[in-house]
């Protein structure tokens, strides 16, 4: 065989396991050996039982096998293969008083048969095809999944996004997903008329008018109009054309939730979930604006209370987390009362650990804050919960970047508690 042939049979023997069943030891021990030079997972067994059992345990994709063996013969065994795997390629190596058995292997779907003695490249031509086929058939079956799964997923996708989309071919609604059709949940069969009708802009125009619209004007504004009482709503339409499949599809973006949704999303990536003060995402942001300045201006104080997990492990957590919350109003209105603006920002590193970063003209204020909640206390069941707080000062330094700047807030945690 050509060199090239067999690096390519090398290749795709990758993905191909065989099952190589033989009782006379010379040939499979001559055989194993040649079959292993070109393919790549190749089992051994030295007689039918111990093929099967092999095979039960790694379900190879092709399986070769002698028929007259000690115990259970070949056949038997491929028959217990069948039975479990029906399209499981078999190929049976024979001597010439064997033919007996030649009518049950094709009963039972026997592939190929070769005839002992066999030259080495007669085997070598069977078992490349049929390592060829058991690939194809591999590949076609997981293209055929990769199908089947993409369909699933695209629409699964289409039902994910918020806004309601819809695509199209040509004037036909071919796919629409859940928020369209609950946007029109009274037209059971809505088509493109019925669409350009229930939109303001698009209203009296014919559906090549329509199109052409839609073409000019890519992110335009849509009215919608209702039947019910409810006011009308505006969505930010966005055309987008598919030209290889010629399809095209419609987003329908309500601009006010859109907004609504944006405004949510950043307050809740820059707040702490418990204390609502900004955390260590927003630090971070506030870092990198001050980087291009240089910290040299600031200073940055890293705290915690101190016995906090004594009282979480005594009062309970939702008796803690309301106590964060009381404290962070009182670091809330100390920066009302001492500072103003983004002269100095509280931040909520981790659940009991606060960083506080300030202008270097506000270190006295600083320290006379820090001096009244120093020690301070919390009512809870009839008592009065006495607390520490015990901080650490980052020495900021002016080559520093932000990574570097994070990296010493989190040491100064550590060397706080």
């Keep these: 065989m050509k060199s090239e042939y067999i690096k390519k049979l090398r290749q795709i023997s990758a993905y191909v ?3 190589y069943v033989e009782d006379d030891h010379d040939i499979a021990v001559q055989t194993v050996q040649f079959l292993k030079k070109v393919f790549s997972h190749v089992d051994e067994a030295h007689n039918a039982h111990e093929g099967l059992r092999l095979w039960q345990s ?6 070769i096998t002698d028929i007259r063996m000690p115990g259970m013969n070949g056949i038997d065994m491929v028959r217990q293969i069948k039975s479990v795997k029906n399209d499981q390629s078999v190929l049976v190596t024979s001597a010439h008083d064997d033919t007996e058995y030649l009518l049950q292997c094709i009963d039972i779907g026997v592939e190929k048969f070769l005839l002992k003695p066999f030259d080495v490249n007669r085997l070598l031509d069977a078992v490349a095809q049929m390592v060829v086929n058991s690939y194809n058939a591999k590949r076609n079956a997981q293209l055929e999944k990769k199908i089947e799964a993409d369909a699933v997923l695209y629409k699964e996708l289409l039902d994910t996004i918020e806004h309601p989309t819809v695509l199209f071919e040509d004037t036909e609604i071919i796919k629409a997903n859940r928020s369209f059709r609950g946007l029109f949940e009274e037209d059971e069969q809505l088509t493109f008329r019925g669409l350009t009708e229930r939109i ?10 329509a199109i052409a619209y839609l073409k000019e004007h890519p992110n335009s504004k849509a009215t919608l109009k209702t039947t019910s009482a409810e006011r009308q709503r505006y969505f930010l339409a966005h055309f987008h054309e598919l030209p290889v499949s010629r399809k095209w599809m419609l987003f329908m973006a309500d601009v006010s939730i859109m907004q609504e949704q944006c405004n949510s999303m950043r307050l809740l990536l820059d707040q702490d979930e418990v204390t609502r003060l900004e955390n260590r995402r927003a630090l971070s942001k506030r870092l990198t604006e001050l980087a291009g300045e240089g910290f040299e201006e600031y200073r940055c104080i890293c705290f ?3 016995k906090y997990d004594h009282f ?7 008796t803690a987390l309301t106590f964060l919350q009381r404290f962070a109003e009182h670091l809330k209105a100390k920066k009302a009362r001492y500072a103003q603006h983004r002269q100095l920002s509280w931040y909520a590193w981790s659940e009991n650990h606060f960083v506080v970063l300030y202008e270097a003209a506000l270190q006295a204020k600083i320290e006379q804050m820090f001096s009244e909640f120093g020690r301070f206390s919390f009512a809870v069941e009839s008592e009065n919960v006495a607390f520490e707080t015990e901080r650490a000062d980052l020495r900021i330094k002016s080559a520093w970047d932000v990574v570097r700047f994070e990296e010493e807030i989190e040491r100064n945690f550590a060397l706080c508690g």
């Design 200 to 209: 303001v802009e698009w209203s009296g125009k014919e559906n090549g008018e």
């Design 17 to 19: 396991t065989i099952l």
């Design 304 to 306: 915690r209370i101190k």
């Design 312 to 318: 979480r492990s005594r009062f309970g957590e939702a």
């Design 58 to 63: 790694k379900k190879h994709d092709i399986v």
